[in-house]
Nanobody, 115 residues
Framework: QVQLVESGGGLVQAGESLRLSCAAS????????MRWYRQAPGKQRELVAQ???????LYADSVKGRFTISRDNAKNTLYLQMNTLRPEDTADYYC?????????RGQGTQVTVSS
């Protein structure tokens, strides 16, 4: 089983940046699929970004060019660099890992972007 703990959320103004981190309790080197999702109040969960063990990345159209997903296998940590934040990026952000025979999710970290 893998435990995931997100950090790095907070309150920022539009145009500012944040970097989210997701620390895993086990090695992520063998986890092929890691993702960031977000969910805003009253809205459905949205896939923000995805990264495979081979470095392939995928982004939601709404964040392309502004967000960057990365992983540090040596530190067992997933990251999401978020630049030029917008009020519509306000949501709870969750880290997901699909591997070790299951799907694991962290408790989330809140991001609030004021206009």
């Amino acid at each position: 089983q893998v435990q995931l703990v997100e950090s790095g959320g907070g309150l920022v103004q539009a145009g500012e940046s944040l970097r989210l981190s997701c620390a895993a309790s086990a090695s992520i080197a063998s986890i092929n699929d890691m993702r960031w999702y977000r969910q805003a109040p009253g809205k459905q969960r949205e896939l923000v970004a995805q990264i495979t063990s081979g470095g392939y990345t995928l982004y939601a159209d709404s964040v392309k060019g502004r967000f960057t997903i990365s992983r540090d296998n040596a530190k067992n940590t997933l990251y999401l660099q978020m630049n030029t934040l917008r009020p519509e990026d306000t949501a709870d952000y969750y880290c997901w890992a699909i591997g070790y025979g299951g799907t694991y999710r962290g408790q989330g970290t809140q991001v609030t972007v004021s206009s």
